[in-house]
């Protein structure tokens, strides 16, 4: 095993990564191992690690894991941070297509913003005037009032470790329609076991519930980290052409014990 390894820590919106280049494969993928990295208080500190690989059909491939050390489902702020991490790199110029666990994306980037191409939704189900879908990762979304004062923590994490979700697990999203053109989403994430300053995948399920038969395709969305966009086109009840548009910023680099 390597004693020391090399990494760079990114940010989308505040949700924060530790992202390695692994294209020589050396990096032990064990859960203790990046548990331990993404601690704020023994480690690195990050809502997940990210590994860079390469990969046979695109530019690069993603591989993602939460902060508990599991391998996860789609991370839209990270694939947008590993975009830029794969920018720096010279991987690509500006525009560029790379692998992830649910399939191949495409991505442009422009002045630290990447615009980063989401997964096609089927569909949304409604769930008591609540709503369930998966934008790459499962996400439950319930619109509230005044969510800048909302319990997120208390009420997320008693949804997400309901009957219905406790085995498999999912993210939970409220939201709160501030104008006709723009909306305020905080989320609890599995994996994190927190709410996050901001959820990638989560503002995209926020934001096609919204514009859900709403003649536009487009969204801003306030998040505690900073703000993104989502564009869409609505076919029937399902979704294509989504697209999550944002800042991902290099934080720091460095090097770390193994």
Not at 25 to 52: N, T, V, Y
Not at 139 to 153: C, G, M, S, W
Request: proline residues 2%.
């Amino acid at each position: 095993m390597q004693n020391t390894i090399e990494f760079f820590k990114y940010q989308g919106t505040g949700n924060d990564f530790v992202m390695i280049d692994n294209r020589d494969l050396q990096f032990p993928k064990e859960r203790d191992l990046i548990e331990k990295l993404c601690d704020r208080r023994f480690g690195i500190g990050g809502d997940g690690l990210i590994l860079l690989e390469n990969d046979d059909n695109s530019d690069f491939k993603m591989v993602y894991y939460n902060s508990d050390g599991n391998e996860s489902t789609m991370c839209g702020n990270g694939g947008r941070c590993i975009v830029a991490f794969a920018h720096f790199l010279d991987i690509f110029e500006d525009k560029t297509t790379f692998e992830a666990i649910d399939g191949v994306h495409e991505a442009e980037i422009k002045n630290g913003i990447v615009k980063l191409k989401m997964s096609d939704v089927n569909s949304i189900k409604n769930i008591n005037e609540n709503f369930e879908l998966n934008t790459g990762s499962p996400h439950f979304v319930q619109f509230v009032n005044d969510v800048e004062n909302f319990e997120v923590y208390k009420n997320g994490n008693e949804i997400r470790n309901s009957a219905t979700y406790k085995n498999e697990g999912i993210n939970v999203n409220f939201v709160e329609e501030i104008s006709p053109e723009e909306i305020f989403v905080r989320t609890y994430e599995r994996g994190v076991e927190d709410e996050t300053y901001s959820c990638g995948t989560g503002v995209t399920a926020s934001a096609l519930v919204f514009l859900t038969d709403k003649n536009q395709k487009e969204v801003q969305v306030k998040v505690l980290g900073g703000n993104l966009k989502v564009y869409a086109e609505q076919d029937g009840n399902s979704f294509k052409n989504i697209w999550l548009e944002g800042p991902a910023k290099q934080v720091f680099k460095g090097k770390i014990s193994l």
